[in-house]
């Protein structure tokens, strides 16, 4: 593990994506978010500040499950209105030469190959600088907007993201041979047809004849990320994710989560170090202790909690129908018994035993959250390195309270103070997103993870083979 503390600003192509109700404020900018020279500013101070990435968070559906409908999400710019991730990315990528970007995107409802030529394009673009961040989607809304009636069930939502990355892969690293592209004026020939194949791909969910349309990137597989946090979803991470995204309830249990995607990994064949792990940093940074209370006593007062709630009740569960003195378990079972997935929700509520409103005032308070800070840039930078050091993490998602104000003040402050202490790189070294996070060299996935069973175009062809394998492999 690096000593070097990784750090990605946690955004999203929206006005409000997790500190609600903060868009009130005079100094935010979040308004602007549809104007590209917003991206553009932003990504060429995170290159200033030297941040890994920044990573863009998406949903495809509204949030209303709150008060039976999206309206509270809509008055308070929860995640509404909101634009393409993917779209700011080469405008950033433009801009700078070594920031990372990394965007989400649902493997449950646009098939994969149109996807596969998006990320190609991207990585191409930006010269291997983007990562996926692999997700099936949580919101009921997001279903009727790509034609369904309701949310497809948890677990097969993970079966499908199994089958979707099988076809990127595929596409990614079987199509086409590194030297298939020869632009050989003379001989008339640009891309020699031996070189690029169709992956002829038969599964229980797609049916992918390719060849894929683009010529390999840089990195050819992005830099996969993945957040899930029930047991399948951990599984998936394991397998796939070069960065996960861990939560829990303290730094215990997050000790506990990172030591735990390690050993998946292992047992997927990976390597423990294969996976970098991450957690959200809720960081408030002022010249001293005093200043910086003072501003997360102002955030505290412009927050807006039904912002929260309509978040909180966009898995479909409005928590705020029940009594507060209603046990959250009982929640839950009732929600299951009536047909809606309370898995995400419910870990995201916390302890057994805990209250109705308990769980409403820890989601509507941003400084409950496990890693939260409003110090000195010391304070800050002792709550990294101790982090950092107690729990195996590789490093942190920075929440944002203001734009671009939250890491203004992150560079100007922390950053000095991480580098004083030789936790923070003083100048970027390689510039692609997979040598950032894995060293020199590293700009295709190694041999050990799923991916790379495609190269040269084997294994490809139906799904049987691969199912096949994995039932040998117990
Ligand atoms: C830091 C973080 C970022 C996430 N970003 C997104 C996102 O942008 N879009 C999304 O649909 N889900 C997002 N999720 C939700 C996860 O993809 C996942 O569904 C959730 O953590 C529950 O895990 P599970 O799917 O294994 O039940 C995020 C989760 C975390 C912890």
């Not at 957690?279 to 955030?299: M, N, P, Y």
């Not at 409950?368 to 002792?382: I, T």
């Not at 929440?399 to 890491?407: D, E, S």
């Not at 294994?459 to 083979?465: D, F, Q, S």
Request: overall charge negative.
């Amino acid at each position: 593990m690096s000593d070097y503390i990784g750090l990605n600003l946690f955004e999203m192509n929206t006005v409000g994506h997790i500190s609600h109700g903060l868009w009130v404020h005079p100094e935010n900018t979040r308004h602007r978010y549809a104007d590209l020279d917003f991206w553009v500013e932003q990504a060429k101070l995170l290159e200033e500040g030297l941040f890994d990435a920044v990573f863009l968070a998406d949903v495809i559906g509204a949030y209303d499950g709150y008060r039976g409908g999206p309206e509270t999400a809509i008055r308070e710019a929860v995640q509404i209105p909101s634009n393409d991730p993917l779209l700011v990315i080469p405008a950033m990528a433009a801009a700078t030469t070594h920031l990372a970007f990394a965007a989400t995107f649902s493997t449950t409802y646009e098939p994969p190959f149109a996807f596969a030529r998006r990320a190609s394009t991207l990585d191409h673009l930006t010269k291997g600088r983007f990562g996926w961040n692999v997700v099936t989607s949580y919101l009921p809304n997001a279903a009727r907007n790509f034609g369904l009636d309701d949310e497809i069930g948890h677990d097969d939502r993970y079966g499908i993201a199994e089958e979707y990355l099988q076809v990127l892969y595929k596409l990614w690293e079987g199509s086409w041979d590194d030297d298939a592209v020869v632009v050989d004026r003379g001989r008339r020939v640009y891309t020699d047809p031996e070189k690029v194949r169709a992956i002829d791909h038969v599964g229980e969910h797609f049916r992918v004849a390719g060849p894929h349309l683009a010529e390999p990137s840089i990195q050819r597989t992005p830099v996969i990320f993945q957040a899930g946090s029930s047991d399948r979803g951990r599984e998936f991470a394991a397998q796939h994710a070069e960065g996960v995204f861990v939560g829990g309830r303290s730094l215990e249990v997050y000790r506990e989560n990172v030591a735990d995607i390690r050993r998946r990994a292992v047992n997927h064949g990976r390597r423990a170090d294969d996976v970098k792990t991450y957690a959200s940093a809720v960081v408030i940074v002022g010249r001293d202790t005093a200043e910086a209370q003072e501003k997360a006593s102002e955030f505290r007062r412009l927050s807006s909690a039904e912002g929260y709630l309509a978040h909180a009740g966009g898995s479909g569960i409005d928590l705020a129908a029940y009594s507060r003195e209603a046990v959250i378990d009982d929640v839950l079972a009732a929600e299951a018994r009536a047909g809606r997935d309370s898995g995400q929700s419910g870990r995201r509520f916390h302890a057994p035993g805990t209250t109705v409103g308990e769980a409403l005032d820890a989601v509507t308070a941003f400084d409950r959250n496990p890693f939260f800070v409003a110090g000195s840039a010391v304070e800050v930078a002792d709550a990294l390195e101790r982090w950092t050091d107690e729990t195996g993490l590789d490093g942190f998602n920075l929440r944002q309270f203001l734009t671009p104000g939250t890491a203004e003040d992150f560079i100007e402050h922390v950053v000095p103070e991480l580098q004083r202490r030789g936790r923070y790189r003083t100048r970027y070294e390689e510039s692609t997103f997979r040598e950032r996070l894995f060293g020199a060299g590293a700009r295709r996935v190694p041999e050990r993870h799923p991916a790379a069973r495609y190269r040269g175009g084997a294994n490809l062809g139906g799904a049987g083979a691969d199912e096949a394998e994995q039932r040998a492999a117990g």
